[in-house]
């Protein structure tokens, strides 16, 4: 897998703070206003909402904060209005990156998305230049501890999984963005317990990121991207060795 699922490994050990749970939080409420606006505010019926509130679930979002969010989107009462925005673009050492954005100002949103990337020695791109170079996936992560190789490979592949990819401590799971609810319900219903569960880019290929300078500057603008209130995703095609990616983190 690329450097940025190492990345994002290193930021759970480390855990959230409450800053960065309020953060998450104001994520997964946007997220859940824009699936009940764009798909209904059933979640039986919207796989997109289902998913968010899974997700806002396993992140001990109360459930008051949840349906206020899905009436929001639904216009049952007031709130704000998102636009959903991909930007594209080559972070240094010719990393492909792209940024998710809910946002309601795009004006406000790209201008700060330009100078994150400009600083960091990057550029914004046009639309398309780097989406080519990834696959939209279901991801689910699993803790290698108390869970058996073999058994979970049965239950993932026999819930109509694509793959499962073995790291140093934990076990990723790949499936098709139409499977994924399934693949994620089932393993659910069999006790097994998620570290994240979400649709995701999967880089095709990576790019090996070996210079210390190099590797510093994009994941402090990885970290920029993430930390913006915009921003819900970021994902970027570089891979770091795991001595280096320490060092750094």
């Given at each position: 897998?690329?450097?940025?699922?190492?990345?994002?490994?290193?930021k759970r050990?480390?855990?959230?703070?409450?800053?960065?749970?309020?953060?998450?939080?104001?994520?997964?409420?946007?997220e859940?206003t824009?699936?009940?606006?764009?798909?209904?505010?059933?979640?039986?019926?919207?796989?997109?909402?289902?998913?968010?509130?899974?997700?806002?679930?396993?992140?001990?979002?109360?459930k008051?904060?949840?349906?206020?969010?899905?009436?929001k989107?639904?216009?049952?009462i007031?709130?704000?209005?998102?636009?959903?925005?991909?930007y594209e673009?080559?972070?240094?050492?010719?990393?492909?990156?792209?940024?998710?954005?809910?946002?309601?100002?795009r004006?406000?949103?790209v201008?700060?998305?330009?100078?994150?990337?400009?600083?960091?020695?990057?550029?914004?791109?046009?639309?398309?230049?780097?989406?080519?170079?990834?696959?939209?996936?279901?991801?689910?992560v699993?803790?290698?501890?108390?869970?058996?190789?073999?058994?979970?490979?049965?239950?993932?592949?026999?819930?109509?999984?694509?793959?499962?990819v073995?790291?140093?401590?934990e076990?990723q799971?790949?499936?098709?963005?139409?499977?994924f609810?399934?693949?994620?319900?089932?393993?659910?219903?069999?006790?097994?317990?998620?570290?994240?569960?979400?649709?995701?880019?999967?880089?095709?290929?990576?790019?090996?990121?070996?210079?210390?300078?190099?590797?510093?500057?994009?994941?402090?603008?990885?970290?920029?991207?993430?930390?913006?209130?915009?921003?819900?995703?970021?994902?970027?095609?570089?891979?770091?060795?795991?001595?280096?990616?320490?060092l750094?983190?």
């Amino acid at each position: 897998m690329s450097g940025h699922s190492k990345w994002s490994t290193i930021k759970r050990k480390k855990g959230a703070n409450d800053a960065k749970r309020g953060k998450i939080f104001t994520r997964l409420i946007k997220e859940i206003t824009v699936a009940a606006g764009s798909g209904g505010g059933d979640p039986e019926g919207n796989p997109r909402l289902r998913s968010a509130i899974a997700t806002a679930k396993a992140e001990n979002m109360p459930k008051d904060n949840i349906a206020r969010a899905i009436k929001k989107g639904t216009g049952e009462i007031a709130g704000e209005v998102y636009d959903e925005i991909l930007y594209e673009g080559y972070g240094p050492g010719g990393v492909a990156v792209l940024v998710e954005c809910l946002t309601d100002n795009r004006n406000r949103t790209v201008a700060d998305v330009r100078h994150y990337f400009a600083k960091s020695n990057g550029n914004l791109g046009e639309s398309g230049c780097v989406n080519w170079m990834f696959d939209k996936k279901g991801l689910i992560v699993v803790d290698k501890e108390g869970v058996s190789e073999e058994e979970l490979m049965d239950m993932a592949l026999e819930a109509g999984a694509d793959d499962v990819v073995e790291e140093d401590t934990e076990f990723q799971i790949l499936t098709s963005p139409d499977d994924f609810e399934d693949v994620r319900g089932s393993l659910e219903e069999g006790g097994v317990k998620f570290l994240d569960a979400s649709i995701s880019m999967i880089p095709q290929n990576t790019i090996d990121v070996a210079e210390e300078k190099v590797a510093k500057s994009l994941l402090r603008l990885i970290e920029s991207l993430e930390d913006h209130d915009d921003v819900q995703n970021v994902y970027a095609n570089f891979d770091i060795d795991d001595g280096l990616m320490e060092l750094l983190s």
